[in-house]
């Protein structure tokens, strides 16, 4: 008896290359799935990687406009597109990759009865201490989901906190990375007497907090989706 693959719908509202740590791990991610049908929403270019790491790859259409006055405008049109998308598709889940933004909100406004998980993934968060409509959202797609994966528990208590701790039982923690149990750790530390090396896997910029903004007050944080 052949079993029927899950089918699921995902998307980051962006262009579909391997600009970002979230836009590479969701690509490893469901590249790994086998057993699961998906769908992934972006936006165009689309990268050589992603046309092979979904079966399906649907570029948005609707024009983005993230900042400034039009934002309810635009997430009205995108819900419209996601729900015309959702109807034809009719997915066994719906992935919201952050729990925000538009792309998400748009899929939360159009789920129905289609349980939808929506997976942290940290700047939408971030966003959401520092901006009202940010947190606004955040606790719009908590409500509509069915469950809330953070990678760390710190990520998680976040956003328990900002969502008032009215869906902590929604929240579940799966790591991202390598299990600490699998990482070779010296017997001894070095004996040099150099200066200390680190080691960092990210990009050079405030987001990642590799030099701290002059001022912390005035994050470059903002609406990017």
């Known amino acids: 008896m052949t079993t029927k693959p899950l089918t699921i719908l ?4 962006r262009t579909s290359e391997p600009s970002s740590g979230s ?13 699961t049908h998906t769908t992934f929403l972006g936006r165009t270019p689309v990268h050589q990687v992603w046309k092979t790491a979904f079966d399906h790859l649907i570029p948005l259409s609707t024009k983005k406009r993230p900042q400034g006055p039009g934002f309810d405008t635009y997430v009205d049109e995108l819900t419209q597109e996601v729900g015309t998308l959702i109807e034809q598709i009719r997915p066994d889940a719906i992935h919201a990759q952050n729990v925000g933004f538009a792309l998400s909100l748009a ?15 940290g700047p939408e968060v971030m966003a959401a201490e520092r901006n009202t409509a940010e947190h606004e959202a955040l606790i719009e797609v908590a409500g509509a989901s069915a469950a809330i994966v953070t ?6 208590d976040r956003i328990d906190r900002l969502t008032g701790r009215r869906f902590t039982d929604r ?7 390598i299990r600490l149990a699998d990482a070779h750790v010296r017997d001894q530390p070095s004996a040099g007497t150099g200066p200390l090396s680190l080691v960092q896997a990210g990009r050079l910029d405030d987001n990642k907090s590799t030099s701290p903004p002059s001022n912390p007050s005035h994050s470059p944080i903002s609406r990017t989706t």
Not at 171 to 177: D, E, K, R, T, V
């Open 10 to 13: 995902t998307g980051i509202n």
């Open 23 to 35: 836009m590479i791990l969701v690509s490893d991610l469901y590249r790994a799935m086998p057993d």
């Open 171 to 177: 929240i579940a923690i799966i790591p991202w990375g």
């Open 151 to 156: 990678p760390t528990s710190v990520l998680a």
């Open 107 to 121: 899929l939360s406004r159009t789920v129905g009865t289609i349980p939808i998980i929506s997976i942290a993934h």
